[in-house]
């Protein structure tokens, strides 16, 4: 079965806890803390797989959670590192946050992509032995793995795309110029699922084109079965447009051709600017005068227009032709680039629990998670906007009821810092 949207859960591993332990040796007076911190949690790596074609692994199995570092132990022993979780996917997916749709990566090729990263491992009580406290009694718990449910969409990768109302031959003429076997027969919609086929132009030189199932007028709101698979038109750099020149089915063949174009710009406005070819098949079927006056209507709107008979080759190889001849002057297959996460609202802020341990104050609430890996805490602006968002929400208030005075240490997962009034 094709599949070609899923939603999953992915989660990264949490960080092992930093340990709590002293060091005992005969004859070591006041060895100290030697507590190790904890390993780092997996990551979940996404893989493009070109030996899968749809997400059909995902139809059963919808989440993803990676291992979680080892805590730490006694001798300043660090934990181990949890291993990372791959998950394969076909060439063409795209990932999603599905909360916000933001895209997160494009497995446009055979790359490795981390989408969720693990937490890193707790610090064990020998990071916080001062002059003044030389006993710690405390560790840090290692930080949570990130977490995303994400909208997986195949999005094949092809040079061509066919379009064109059901039966009309897209097809036939996938199956004569390439090796691939779509299933043909003389009924409407025979073709349920998008085919990829191989057209090769000579040693060491071919194009990848797509046959989508036919498309009928409403596709763009869900009628038939072709707008399932519109999505998969939106990466080719050009579009084969096939029309029944012969208008053997009753219907007027440019009215056919006009219900598609509006059908594709209704999904995806960029897709009306779409370098397009017409072919018109089964001339065979048709008298010269309505081949005649076709032709003369498509060039009228700019387009080139090749009269074909798919089923026997007949006059294809001019139009595979004018194909390679404008793919060598077409940009390549479009990549989507993953977007930035938005910048943190105030209303995104939530409770935060505050512990005082020895002197060092302890700030922990999911949101702040998110707010850590938006900051670049290498840069000015970067620590002020992160100063502002403790004050806009409440923490630099709750650490100051807790107790909180100038000089004493706040830590908020892995970062720390002195406070000041």
Known sequence: MFVDQAKILIKAGDGGDGAVAFHREKYVAAGGPDGGDGGKGGDVVFVADSNLSTLADFRFRRKFEAKRGENGSGGRKSGRSADDLIVKVPVGTLVKEASSGRIMADLSNAQRMVLARGGKGGWGNSHFATPTRQAPRFSKPGMPGEEFEVTLELKLLADVGLVGFPNVGKSTLISVVSQAKPRIANYHFTTLNPTLGVVSMGEGSSFVMADIPGLIEGAADGTGLGHQFLRHVERCRMLLHIVDVSGSEGRDPKED??????????????????????????????????????????????????????????????????????????????????????????????????????????????WLLRALRTVNFDDYEGLNYFERLLTRSGVIDRLREAGCQEGDTVSIYDLEFEFVE
Request: avoid cysteine; charge should be negative; hydrophobic fraction near 45%.
């Open 257 to 366: 051709f006009r219900v598609i174009n509006d059908e594709l710009r209704r999904f995806n406005p960029e897709l009306a600017g779409r370098p397009m070819i017409v072919a018109g098949n089964k001339t065979d079927l048709a008298t010269d005068e309505q081949v005649d006056d076709f032709r003369a209507w498509i060039e009228e709107q700019g387009y080139a227009f090749f009269p074909i008979m798919a089923a026997i080759r007949y006059d294809v190889d001019p139009l595979l032709k004018k194909i390679w001849e404008m793919l060598s002057s077409l940009p390549p297959i479009k990549v989507y680039e993953p977007e930035p996460m938005p910048e943190l609202t105030d209303d995104i802020f939530g409770e935060v629990t505050i512990r005082n341990m020895g002197g060092v104050f302890f700030v922990e609430g999911k």
